[in-house]
C-alpha cells in the first residue's frame, strides 16, 4: 500500500507495478505516478499533455 500524496487514502499498487507507471487515486481521482515500488510511493504526476514522443 502506498499514500496518495493529494488525499492520502492508501493507494493499492498492482502488483506488475513499475517506477514511472501512472495510476489514479480512486479516491480522489488524481493521476499518480509511482515513484518507488519497495516500498511503494506515490507522488503526483505532471501535468499530462499529449507529448508522449521522444
Ligand atoms: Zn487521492
Given at each position: 500500500?502506498?499514500?496518495?500524496?493529494v488525499?492520502?487514502?492508501?493507494?493499492?499498487?498492482?502488483a506488475?507495478?513499475?517506477?514511472?507507471?501512472l495510476?489514479?487515486?480512486a479516491?480522489?481521482?488524481?493521476?499518480?505516478?509511482?515513484?518507488?515500488?519497495?516500498?511503494?510511493?506515490l507522488?503526483?504526476?505532471p501535468?499530462t499533455?499529449e507529448?508522449?514522443?521522444?
Amino acid at each position: 500500500m502506498a499514500e496518495c500524496p493529494v488525499c492520502g487514502a492508501e493507494v493499492e499498487l498492482a502488483a506488475d507495478a513499475v517506477v514511472g507507471e501512472l495510476m489514479e487515486c480512486a479516491d480522489c481521482g488524481a493521476e499518480l505516478e509511482v515513484l518507488e515500488v519497495e516500498p511503494p510511493a506515490l507522488g503526483e504526476a505532471p501535468e499530462t499533455e499529449e507529448d508522449w514522443g521522444q
